[in-house]
T-cell receptor
Framework: AQTVTQSQPEMSVQEAETVTLSCTYDTSESNYYLFWYKQPPSRQMILVIR??????QNATENRFSVNFQKAAKSFSLKISDSQLGDTAMYFC??????????????FGKGTKLSVIP | EAQVTQNPRYLITVTGKKLTVTCSQN?????MSWYRQDPGLGLRQIYYSMNVEVTDKGDVPEGYKVSRKEKRNFPLILESPSPNQTSLYFC?????????????FGPGTRLLVL
């Protein structure tokens, strides 16, 4: 069974500072994909960043970057220069592609991030 | 504009009254899925569909039905809703290829079953 664990239910950060959200996962598959989704108060699910497990280079998207440690099954999200608009629930998610029709996205329980002015 | 749409966005109903939540995508995606989100539990998959006429159960399928008669539509059916199905529901779609796995989400449907 695939599992995703986010150990920090809530976090806060001062505006303009850097914060790191942690995520660990468990799978026996070798080919998989990892995502961070953001859910602001509007409840919309917004893709922040994605990482293919076969790529060793960590993904970056503007102020967002990941630290992907495949051996440790760890996938943390770093937000630099935090902005008030970053206040949201952040979900780590994970999927595999079997090619045989089984394709399931498994989510962690989320980390609520508050950016303080 | 590429998007996933859901209707209705908000729904209040009573126990046992059948309801359907529609989901439509205009991106020609093969894969579609339904999730429910509950406080402290994250998102859990209800059903998914790899392509037309092919559906399969996710983690929490009890009490729900789906159908995929057309590529773009994937309605979620609650034949006899119960209060424990009060939740926030998301539909999602994806190309589901080896190079593009990202799931794109609809705006959500908030359901209250009295």
């Amino acid at each position: 069974a695939q599992t995703v664990t986010q150990s920090q239910p809530e976090m806060s950060v001062q505006e303009a500072e850097t914060v790191t959200l942690s995520c660990t996962y468990d799978t026996s598959e070798s080919n998989y994909y990892l995502f961070w989704y953001k859910q602001p108060p509007s409840r919309q699910m917004i893709l922040v960043i994605r990482q293919e497990a076969y790529k060793q280079q960590n993904a970056t998207e503007n102020r967002f970057s990941v630290n992907f440690q495949k051996a440790a099954k760890s996938f943390s999200l770093k937000i630099s220069d935090s902005q008030l608009g970053d206040t949201a629930m952040y979900f780590c998610a994970f999927t595999t592609y079997s090619g045989a029709g089984s394709y399931q996205l498994t989510f962690g329980k989320g980390t609520k991030l508050s950016v303080i002015p | 504009e590429a998007q996933v749409t859901q209707n209705p966005r908000y729904l209040i109903t009573v126990t046992g009254k059948k309801l359907t939540v529609t989901c439509s995508q205009n991106m020609n995606h093969e894969y579609m899925s339904w999730y429910r989100q509950d406080p402290g539990l994250g998102l859990r998959q209800i059903y998914y569909s790899m392509n037309v006429e092919v559906t399969d159960k996710g983690d929490v399928p009890e009490g729900y039905k789906v159908s995929r008669k057309e590529k773009r539509n994937f309605p979620l059916i609650l034949e006899s809703p119960s209060p424990n199905q009060t939740s926030l529901y998301f539909c999602a779609s994806s190309p589901a290829t080896r190079t593009e796995e990202t799931q794109y989400f609809g705006p959500g449907t908030r359901l209250l079953v009295l």
